[in-house]
T-cell receptor, first 116, second 115 residues
Framework: AQKITQTQPGMFVQEKEAVTLDCTYD???????LFWYKQPSSGEMIFLIY??????QNATEGRYSLNFQKARKSANLVISASQLGDSAMYFC?????????????FGAGTRLFVKA | ETGVTQSPTHLIKTRGQQVTLRCSSQ?????VSWYQQALGQGPQFIFQ???????GRGNFPPRFSGLQFPNYSSELNVNALELDDSALYLC??????????????FGPGTRLLVL
């Protein structure tokens, strides 16, 4: 069963506009972590933002914010004021487990294209 | 720069051969995870090592094995290579702690092509 679902294979956004990348997840754990990563064509995974399942406030990191709706099991990434350098693959991921061991499950990704 | 390095950057092997990929973790990190990322897909968790012991495994056959050394560097070994093993292999280091906020830092990956 798919645990992380990203329904948008590709997205276009105009430079300087905001864009929302969707992510829904499925878990029966009470404690989990949600991540967004950016992967440029070079291949390296770049950490963007983290949301813990017990965090009541939505996480923000600069131009990135995570719209966390726990009851709906969604963790959408909002990028404000898009820049040309934001063009990349974006992965939503969920970490399950605890200090005894964990694994990170990734979605299929959304490719973002920022237009000048 | 995450401080995580991987070698080699690219590798070409033939079916049936064996391969060893290497990862140097970020200083102070005691945990390393390995992922396989096929073209156009998200990374798939292979396994995790914590203090030189395997600490979790995904749905990969036993021909995928690993080692973690006292300096927390790590190896991924794949025996009897198959064409479907062609992928980007990513390692990620982290510091396992009591905190729930565990961030993984990824290396640049090794691109493996099996012919």
């Amino acid at each position: 069963a798919q645990k992380i679902t990203q329904t948008q294979p590709g997205m276009f956004v105009q430079e300087k506009e905001a864009v929302t990348l969707d992510c829904t997840y499925d878990t029966s754990d009470q404690s989990y972590g949600l991540f967004w990563y950016k992967q440029p064509s070079s291949g390296e995974m770049i950490f963007l933002i983290y949301q813990g399942s017990y965090d009541e406030q939505n996480a923000t990191e600069g131009r990135y914010s995570l719209n966390f709706q726990k009851a709906r099991k969604s963790a959408n990434l909002v990028i404000s004021a898009s820049q040309l350098g934001d063009s990349a693959m974006y992965f939503c991921a969920m970490r399950e487990g605890n200090t005894g061991g964990f694994k990170t499950i990734f979605g299929a990704g959304t490719r973002l294209f920022v237009k000048a | 720069e995450t401080g995580v390095t991987q070698s080699p950057t690219h590798l070409i092997k033939t079916r049936g051969q064996q391969v060893t990929l290497r990862c140097s973790s970020q200083s102070g990190h005691n945990t390393v995870s390995w992922y396989q990322q096929a073209l156009g897909q998200g990374p798939q968790f292979i396994f995790q090592y914590y203090r030189e012991e395997e600490n979790g495994r995904g749905n990969f056959p036993p021909r995928f094995s690993g080692l973690q050394f006292p300096n927390y560097s790590s190896e991924l070994n794949v025996n009897a290579l198959e064409l479907d093993d062609s992928a980007l292999y990513l390692c990620a280091s982290s510091l396992l702690s009591l905190s729930d906020r565990v961030s993984e830092y990824f290396g640049p990956g090794t691109r493996l092509l099996v012919l």
